[in-house]
């Protein structure tokens, strides 16, 4: 993504990416979130989580839906 990020807390996502997350992944453990911001615009958000001794990473878009989750480890 062209843009900076900074780190946000779980409850600075938009509320349909954190039910995707509920949803999607139960019992996962919240590592880490992103926002990624181009001249002060939301572009979207990458979330680091732990699921089933899996770690994911999640990309929603500006408006929290889902872009992709990739396995990391």
């Known amino acids: 993504h062209p843009g900076r990020g900074h780190e946000i807390t779980i409850a600075e996502l938009p509320a349909n990416s954190q039910a995707l997350l509920t949803a999607t992944f139960p019992n996962y453990v919240f590592k880490k979130a992103f926002v990624v911001k181009a001249n002060?615009?939301?572009k979207g958000y990458l979330v680091i989580i732990d699921a089933n001794l899996?770690?994911?990473a999640i990309h929603f878009n500006?408006?929290?839906?889902?872009?992709?989750a990739v396995a990391i480890r």
């Not at 500006?62 to 992709?68: D, F, K, P």
Request: charge should be positive; charged fraction near 10%.
């Open 40 to 42: 002060g615009v939301v």
């Open 62 to 68: 500006a408006t929290g839906q889902l872009v992709s």
């Open 54 to 56: 899996t770690k994911y």
